[in-house]
């Protein structure tokens, strides 16, 4: 049983530039969630999946920001037009089960630079 | 609206004392979840417990323990004889009963035992 995973772990881009984010989420889990930590900070919540819907949107998520989950599986995160304050820790976590009784599973985080 | 509040920001102790994290959370709802996670230097968060808000039996896991008390909205989380691998940041979390409901989390509490 692996794992949820995330791709690049680390990016470093140029203010303005385009970045995607890729998260796998442990296999049977049919829920996504995408959070940002920066430095010092705990993660805070952008966005979140049941299958490949997306069922809720945190004010974080600006209109620069766009997250799919296209089959329900794994998950892009694409961030246009990057800006310096968007250098963070970007995780992606998931969880399965029907009702609330369950917890989220995180992946190592993929940490994007903006110079 | 949801808050965690985790007051202790840094705490350093020396291998084998006992040390206690605060946890306070602040929510309207009646059915809520409470977690703890830890953090690493590799960064992935890594859950440790959940808590169902109507059950207020304290847990223990080995050298970890968790005191539970609504009539103080606290969610404290104790180490046992502690070890240098227990160096890491701990977040709690509170999570409301919806299904699928994202997590808040308190600014973590870095905790560094020196051998």
């Known amino acids: 049983d692996t794992g949820v995973s995330q791709d690049p772990r680390h990016k470093i881009t140029k203010r303005g530039q385009n970045v995607t984010f890729r998260c796998d989420p442990i296999?049977?889990?049919?829920?996504l969630y995408w959070y940002r930590q920066t430095l010092g900070q705990g993660p805070e919540f952008l966005t979140y999946?049941?299958?490949?819907?997306?069922?809720?949107k945190s004010r974080l998520l600006s209109d620069r920001f766009s997250a799919e989950r296209p089959k329900g599986s794994f998950s892009t995160l694409e961030i246009q037009r990057t800006e310096q304050g968007d250098s963070a820790m970007y995780l992606c976590?998931?969880?399965?089960?029907?009702?609330?009784?369950?917890?989220?599973?995180f992946g190592p985080g993929t940490r994007l630079t903006v110079t | 609206a949801q808050k965690v509040t985790q007051a202790q920001t840094e705490i350093s102790v020396v291998e084998k004392e006992d040390v206690t994290l605060d946890c306070v959370y602040e929510?309207?709802?009646?059915?809520?979840?409470l977690f703890w996670y830890k953090q690493p230097p590799s960064g992935e968060l890594v859950f440790l417990i959940r808590r169902n808000s109507f059950d207020e039996q304290n847990e223990i896991s080995g050298r970890y323990s968790w005191n539970f008390q609504k009539s103080t909205s606290s969610f404290n989380f104790t180490i046992t004889a502690s070890q240098v691998v227990d160096s890491a940041v701990y977040f709690c979390?509170?999570?409301?009963?919806?299904?699928?409901?994202?997590?808040?989390f308190g600014e973590g509490t870095q905790l560094t035992v020196n051998p």
């Open positions: 999946f049941q299958n490949e819907a997306q069922l809720e």
């Open positions: 929510t309207r709802d009646t059915t809520y979840y």
């Open positions: 979390a509170l999570r409301r009963e919806t299904s699928g409901s994202r997590l808040t």
């Open positions: 296999s049977e889990h049919n829920r």
């Open positions: 976590a998931s969880s399965s089960g029907a009702g609330a009784n369950y917890e989220q599973y």
